[in-house]
């Protein structure tokens, strides 16, 4: 194993993410400060802070590239993991997403994501000589498939969507033909009724309430809060612990799906400011680390975890502001979750250990595009 | 392809085409949430105002104090409508507790302090009109017929699933889970309440009626608005889940019953419950108090003489009215079969107003402004005024009863086997009452004198039919007499064209006869003949009978003072009153009403014995209702009452009676007859 330097280790990244996480907890313990029965939340979510802390620091020191030899467990534990969702999962607000562990129950699904990204990582990275080829293409495909397809089996539209984005994103990078990408996102669109018949009704149900809001106020209500809430903030907000919408308990799920709401009521447009710059330093951070990284499998690592954490980011601000359709997708790091915030911290150690291990210059990218040798 | 001077320079094997592609994704983020700050802070900063009026709107709402509801007394002061507190047990399916044994614990715990012993009293959420009451009956007939299919399901398993269906559909929608709960158990629930999560106690006001049974018909009850009527009564102030009268006086005095709600504006949380007071409170006018002309005690007494009788004769339901002649106010009230109208307070149970809606003799029906009645020989007091006011008759004229009568066919007039005959009741006796006047007319209830009045016979010239009608209308039959109680009924006083449209017939002229009598098509309610026999005894006024003499506000200042009402006076002179008076004095005295007599006190009254489409008796007789009709002291009226039993038998010996009876306890005076 070559040697380590942990000169290279990302704190700005690290250091975003304490913020973000803090940012959470603090939010969290504002969201449920009216509900006696929730006061535990904030703490258990401290509590995962760490757990979650510790195992990205495991992540770190271990050396992402032995992963490749394991990535075909690893995609059959993803695997497993969905199929045992489904077998033993407990229902909650309609669709199977958790699994009752003996301490607390995790969704699989974000553990999933995390091997996902791995294996995708390790494939394309073994096939760097026939990227191009259309065979690389569709096997990838064929390998992401069936874990979108148990996802929708829970039901989990959103989750579904994002390793499908995953999977493009990666290939993306990965130098897959851009061709193939549009032309299969050209055929998806086209094909795009008979994918609607494939949902399940309270899917087609959402998505006909986004595209015309005041068809069924009930199950839009919890967007509709949400944006009152988000407006009537304004760019102070009403302070900490104050918000009216939150506090008055009008927004549900306020300290998971809705934190954002809260933190757009109490703390007005500067706390929405300083949430979205801290996502947006980590993303940054983190394709920094995609793009210094020693070899593809460690590059490729690094892009699907910014690319999970923007795609949710946005998807979820997006619901809140009542601009993308209401799915159960968690602000990442901040709301509360354990499952969510444990599978993102881990994935992030596993990043630094790509920026541990990369070579030893500290700007080969000015070397080459300047194309002066140091 | 790889970057050549990576290569070269051994530095990384990051081909330049993959920068450039995480490059795009760098912009990319930077886009996207470049994009999400926009949005939002075109809603935070340009349309603030906006989110912030309707974040207002969620959090502060008007909301109405209820009046206390006017209650009534009888004309002594005695309480006949109650407010007294009710509680009810509503849950708030989202403050339950997450965690499903504990959550179980909750329910367990609620259904084994509520006594719960099944399903069957559950309405489904959705269905529940409001909080208070287990809302529209149709619901709950619903709930029933559910239950019934699909058996008897174990209360836990069955309210679980129920809140969870609530949950999904409100989640903060207070579901009733049983109103009308004990003092005691309320009081534990509050107790406990910090083990109970999500179960609220909420106390409303419901009516209690003392009285029960003995007054229902008159006080009515109050219920949901129904649904066909949401639209008016919100229009006129009320909430969706006020309670409004739906019946009796409860219905009638309504607007006056009701008060005036207050206003406060309040910080809401979601589940509208109260965070705090904002600003002034303009406080609820109560409803004003109503005091009725009815005596209680006399309407007691009535009660059980007649509920006597009806017993004795078999009869199904019967009515008995007391009112003052004087001034047209009731006194009594009576319609058997009753209800118990506390019943309907807090909702009544589904199997309960079932079983009062299909009893066939119809409890919930006052049958004293609902029912109509052939009057029978009540009536007679329509042909004797008119024959001696359109100068038909005089007061001596005489008229000879042979027991039959013989109308010949107006088709074949000198054929005698095509004649028709019609029978005086005396003819069964094998005998008539000979040629005798109106008085005594009267007093025996001669029916052949009454059918020559009205119809003519012979040579001899009757009112006919239009006079006759004429004259029923101005006595008050087939009109309402406007009595300040909801569902009065009109009765009937046919006319040809009637006949007409409905028998595709012509009037003859034994339609006349029949009509004379109080027969044929002629039908009345009790009231109406009480109030027709009201302006015989005061002279001439037909008053407009009413039940509440005094409306008083919560301070006890009379907001209106109900006086008499005169509809009209009789188009009848005075003597030819005098003259009926005579007549319906001596039928008690000495004829067909003697079993009505008082020891002491002058009674004036008249028989009816009115045959009606039924089964036949052994010896082919229609069966009758027994009618009386009677008023007291004949010289200086100061009451007047009816008695009428369904499928009686004689007005004479079924009905004289009670009606003697009656006056008995109200002048306190022995029957004079009573061992008979």
């Not at chain 1, 969704?107 to 091997?115: S, T, V, Y």
């Not at chain 1, 980011?313 to 997708?329: E, F, K, R, W």
């Not at chain 2, 367990?108 to 409001?130: A, F, T």
């Not at chain 2, 004479?652 to 004079?672: D, N, T």
Request: charged residues 20%.
């Amino acid at each position: 194993m070559r040697k380590v330097n942990w000169r290279h280790f990302d704190l700005l990244l690290l250091l975003a993410t304490a913020l973000l996480v803090g940012y959470g907890v603090l939010m969290i313990s504002s969201a449920v400060s009216d509900s006696p029965g929730l006061q535990e939340l904030p703490r258990r979510q401290a509590v995962y802070a760490g757990i979650g802390a510790a195992l990205m620091l495991g992540a770190t020191l271990i050396d992402y590239r032995h992963l490749r030899d394991f990535r075909y467990p690893m995609y059959f534990l993803a695997l497993g993991l969905l199929v045992l969702v489904l077998a033993v999962g407990e229902e909650s607000y309609g669709a199977q997403r958790w699994v009752n562990l003996r301490f607390f129950p995790i969704q699989p699904a974000e553990i999933a994501k995390i091997l996902l990204i791995i294996f995708l990582a390790a494939y394309f990275d073994g096939r760097q000589e026939e990227i191009t080829s259309f065979r690389t293409f569709v096997v990838s495909l064929l390998f992401v498939l069936p874990a979108v397809a148990l996802i929708m089996a829970q039901p989990n539209l959103s989750t579904a969507v994002s390793l499908l984005v995953l999977w493009g994103v990666m290939a993306f990078v990965a130098g897959v033909r851009l061709r193939y990408l549009l032309g299969l996102l050209a055929a998806g669109v086209l094909a795009s009724p008979a994918l609607w018949a494939l949902l399940a009704d309270y899917q087609r149900q959402r998505i006909l309430i986004f595209l015309n809001p005041s068809s069924d106020s009930m199950a839009n209500y919890n967007v509709w809060q949400a944006m009152i809430g988000i407006g009537s903030g304004g760019l102070l907000g009403k302070g900490f612990a104050m918000g009216s919408q939150s506090q008055l308990r009008f927004l549900r799920v306020r300290w998971s799906d809705f934190i954002f709401a809260v933190i757009g009521e109490e703390l007005g447009f500067i706390g929405v400011l300083i949430l979205v710059a801290l996502l947006l330093v980590v993303v940054l951070r983190l394709l920094r680390g995609a793009i210094r990284a020693r070899d593809m499998m460690g590059q490729l690592i690094a892009v699907g975890v910014a690319t999970l954490i923007l795609f949710q980011s946005v998807v979820n601000i997006g619901m809140n502001i009542g601009m993308l359709p209401a799915t159960g997708v968690p602000l990442p790091f901040v709301s509360s979750g354990g499952s969510s915030l444990i599978a993102f911290l881990m994935a992030e150690g596993l990043v630094q250990s790509v920026n541990l291990r990369r070579l030893k210059v500290e700007y080969p990218l000015a070397s080459r595009v300047g194309g002066s040798i140091p | 392809m790889k970057d050549p001077l990576a290569k070269l320079n051994g530095v990384s094997e990051t081909p330049v085409h993959a920068v450039l592609r995480i490059r795009i994704l760098q912009i990319a983020a930077v886009l996207l949430f470049g994009v999400l700050l926009a949005l939002v802070g075109r809603m935070q900063i340009f349309q603030r105002d906006y989110y912030a009026q309707l974040a207002n709107r969620m959090r502060f709402r008007e909301i109405a104090l209820p009046a206390q509801r006017g209650v009534m007394y009888d004309r002594r002061g005695e309480l006949l409508v109650r407010n007294v507190p009710s509680f009810a047990v509503t849950v708030v399916p989202a403050d339950l507790p997450d965690d499903p044994a504990a959550r179980a614990r909750v329910i367990r715990r609620l259904v084994e302090l509520l006594h719960i012993q099944d399903d069957s009293w559950i309405v489904p959420p959705y269905r529940q009109g409001g909080a208070g009451s287990p809302a529209n009956w149709e619901a709950q007939a619903l709930a029933e017929s559910l239950r019934r299919r699909e058996g008897r399901r174990d209360p836990i398993t069955y309210l679980t699933e129920l809140l969870e269906e609530a949950e999904a559909l409100a989640p903060y929608q207070p579901v009733v889970i049983r109103s009308g709960v004990d003092r005691d158990v309320a009081f534990t629930i509050e107790e406990e309440r910090l083990y109970l999560p999500g179960v609220q106690v909420t106390v409303q006001p419901q009516r209690s009626y003392p009285a029960g049974e003995l007054m229902a018909h008159l006080l009515g009850y109050m219920g949901p608005i129904p649904r066909e009527l949401r639209e008016t009564y919100i229009s006129q102030g009320y909430a969706p889940t006020d309670q409004v009268g739906l019946a009796g006086l409860e219905l009638q005095y309504e607007a006056e019953l009701r008060g005036v709600k207050g206003r406060k504006t309040i910080e809401v949380d979601v589940a509208g419950r109260e965070v705090r007071t904002i600003g002034e409170i303009t406080p609820p006018t109560p409803g004003n108090n109503l005091v009725l002309s009815i005596d209680l005690a006399l309407q007691r007494a009535t009660e059980q003489l007649l509920a006597k009788a009806l017993q004795q004769a078999k009869s199904p339901s019967g009515v008995a009215i007391a009112m003052n002649p004087q001034n047209g106010e009731v006194l009594a009230m009576v319609s058997l079969p009753g209800y118990d109208n506390n019943l309907f307070a807090g909702g009544i149970k589904p199997e309960d107003y079932e079983r009062l809606n299909a009893d066939e003799r119809r409890p919930l029906v006052n049958h004293a402004i609902m029912g109509q009645y052939p009057p029978g020989s009540t009536f007679k007091i329509v042909p004797a005024a008119g024959g001696l006011q359109e100068g038909v008759i005089t007061p001596r004229t005489l008229i000879r009863c042979d027991g039959i009568m013989y109308v010949p066919n107006q088709y074949f007039p000198d054929d005698p086997t095509k004649a028709q005959p019609f029978y005086c009741w005396i003819h069964k006796y094998g005998h008539g009452h000979g040629a005798i006047a109106l008085e005594e007319a009267i007093v025996q209830s001669c029916d052949i004198f009454f059918y020559q009045v009205a119809g003519g016979f012979q040579d001899f010239a009757g009112l006919g039919l239009e006079r006759l009608a004429s004259y029923a209308h101005a006595f008050g039959f087939g009109e309402l007499t406007g009595i300040d109680l909801p569902g009065e009924v009109r009765g009937l006083v046919p006319t040809a064209q009637w006949k007409r449209l409905n028998y595709s017939e012509s009037w003859v002229k034994g339609d006349t006869y029949n009509m004379a009598i109080g027969q044929g098509f002629v039908l009345a309610t009790p009231l109406q003949v009480v109030n027709a026999f009201a302006a015989i005894a005061n002279g001439g006024s037909l008053y407009q009978p009413h039940v509440v003499r005094q409306i008083v506000d919560a301070e006890g200042r009379v907001v209106q003072e109900v006086g008499p009402q005169l509809i009209r006076r009789l188009p009848v002179e005075e003597s030819y009153i005098r003259e009926i008076q005579r007549g319906l004095e001596q039928a008690v005295e000495r004829g067909t009403g003697r079993q009505a007599a008082l020891q002491g006190i002058h009674v004036a009254g008249k028989t009816g014995t009115a045959e009606f489409p039924g089964k036949r008796d052994a010896k082919g007789n229609l069966p009758t209702h027994a009618w009386f009709v009677a008023y007291a002291p004949a010289e200086n009226p100061e009451i007047a009452v009816v008695v009428f039993i369904y499928g009686g038998g004689e007005g004479s010996s079924v009905a004289a009676p009670v009606a003697g009876e009656i006056l008995s306890a109200y002048f306190g005076v022995p029957r004079l007859y009573s061992g008979e």
